[in-house]
């Protein structure tokens, strides 16, 4: 049996797959295979990856309809014959000792059933720093610590195969945030997790990717809430956590609404927008934010910095 299963959702990712797949290919950890599924790319997508499993059997090619990340991750761990499962992004890559690391830390403690793993940022305005802090004075996530802290778990995690066979699959309904609910599926189910904080790969931030798309996340985030609330019944502690969050995510989710309205000069629903999260949060600036949509909106565009309209997308 192959000791892990790389799992790799791909989507019109012709300019970087080859790069994500050598740096799989390059690892010290050599027992391994490594999924590709193509969701319905209309680029060179399968053809680059063709050519590195012509000369690579650990490489295998599946090609389907798009049905989103959720989808295609879900096909290939439907696919997959390893006992752990790694999950590496089409547009990512991974230094060559990446998985030899996560797998002493799951080998050195049976207990241990999801490494979350650390890598710098490739890309973006924040290019060159680690995407979570290191080192990560945060201690072990747990369900609450991960409901209250959206960064908890990064998306280059290593997980058993228990943790799939226990809690099923991504959710094909969400095409945002899916990796969010999963990890919290798996928390709620009692699986410990821990942190590898030493960056070892490089995520990339690219202008059209999910992570880009601040209200698109921030919805997915609160569809997240929504469908963990009553799993939490009998649980007040993490349930006052999920209620603070929503709250605040409620709130993000206006501003960004706010400022993507202002963005489209529909004046209309900014001054909507911005009167319902003044009501929330109140404050100087968004008192004259309102007044400004209101009587001189087209000033207030130029002004989007302003706190509370404009803000740092949650990725």
């Not at 994500?20 to 590709?36: K, M, N, W």
């Not at 998985?99 to 490494?115: F, K, N, T």
């Not at 973006?124 to 409901?147: M, T």
């Not at 969010?180 to 997790?193: E, S, T």
């Amino acid at each position: 049996m192959t000791t892990v299963s790389v799992i790799m959702p791909a989507f019109n990712v012709e300019p970087f797959v080859g790069a994500a797949l050598g740096s799989a290919l390059s690892q010290t950890f050599d027992d391994f295979e490594v999924i590709v599924v193509d969701d319905g790319s209309d680029d060179g997508t399968a053809a680059a990856v063709t050519s590195v499993a012509g000369s690579d059997r650990r490489v295998r090619l599946v090609r389907q309809a798009n049905r989103g990340l959720a989808g295609a991750r879900n096909t290939a761990m439907r696919a997959a014959r390893g006992e752990y499962f790694a999950l590496l992004d089409s547009d990512d890559l991974w230094e060559p000792d990446f998985l030899a690391a996560q797998m002493d830390v799951l080998r050195s403690d049976p207990g241990v059933a999801i490494v979350t793993g650390n890598a710098w940022y490739l890309g973006g305005v924040s290019d060159g720093q680690p995407a979570r802090p290191c080192p990560d004075s945060r201690p072990e996530p747990n369900l609450a610590s991960i409901i209250a802290d959206e960064w908890s778990i990064f998306i280059m995690s290593v997980m058993r195969r228990d943790v799939y066979a226990a809690i099923g699959a991504f959710d094909e309904s969400m095409r945002s945030n899916e990796d969010y609910d999963f990890w919290l599926r798996a928390a709620l189910a009692g699986f410990r997790f821990v942190r590898n904080d030493r960056p070892l790969g490089r995520y990339r931030v690219r202008p059209e990717s999910l992570s880009a798309d601040h209200a698109r996340m921030l919805r997915g985030i609160l569809t997240v809430y929504r469908k963990l609330r009553a799993a939490l019944a009998g649980r007040p502690y993490e349930l006052a956590v999920l209620e603070a969050q929503t709250t605040r995510f409620e709130a993000e989710l206006l501003a960004a609404e706010a400022g993507m309205a202002l963005d489209a000069s529909d004046f209309e629903a900014a001054r909507a927008h911005l009167s319902a999260l003044h009501a929330r949060r109140g404050g100087a600036a968004l008192a004259i934010a309102r007044v400004l949509a209101r009587w001189s909106p087209r000033v207030l565009k130029q002004m989007r910095k302003l706190k509370g309209v404009s803000r740092k997308p949650v990725s």
